[in-house]
């Protein structure tokens, strides 16, 4: 058995959207997992994650949450508090963060000891701070995802 450290594991910031939150690959197969990939997001102020999505099922577990955090699940924003968790199943555009002020501490659990940031909707660097309504998400996303949907 070996003690993971999770502040001596990488921890990876944008260097081209300040609005997106810092991820800590806390326990992966680089750490010597196997089967699983958690992360660690710790931030304040208004941050979140861009529109993605994985080709796995994702447990999001809102550790601390202090402020507006809220979580995007398909097409509708949901509010989050301390204490909470979100299945997200595969293939269902998500993202999470806060509004204004505060601070947040979540975890996300991959079944995938290899597991990276999902595919996005929007190209790096294209996406906006704050989440648009899905009827102007562009079709990259997911059939069956509000931004896979056709437009009329």
Request: aromatic residues 10%.
């Amino acid at each position: 058995m070996e003690v993971i450290h999770h502040g001596e594991q990488p921890e990876w910031r944008s260097d081209t959207e300040p609005w997106r939150l810092p991820i800590r690959f806390a326990v992966n197969r680089d750490s010597g997992a196997e089967t699983i990939s958690v992360w660690q997001h710790y931030y304040t102020g208004e941050h979140r994650a861009p529109l993605h999505w994985h080709e796995t099922e994702e447990v999001l577990i809102f550790l601390d949450v202090e402020g507006d955090g809220y979580v995007w699940y398909d097409d509708r924003e949901y509010p989050i508090r301390s204490n909470c968790s979100v299945v997200i199943p595969p293939h269902v555009v998500h993202s999470f963060g806060m509004h204004g002020p505060g601070r947040m501490r979540t975890l996300s659990i991959l079944p995938d000891a290899d597991a990276r940031p999902g595919p996005r909707v929007y190209p790096e660097g294209e996406e906006a701070p704050h989440i648009p309504p899905p009827d102007q998400w562009p079709t990259r996303a997911p059939a069956g995802s509000a931004g896979g949907r056709p437009r009329g």
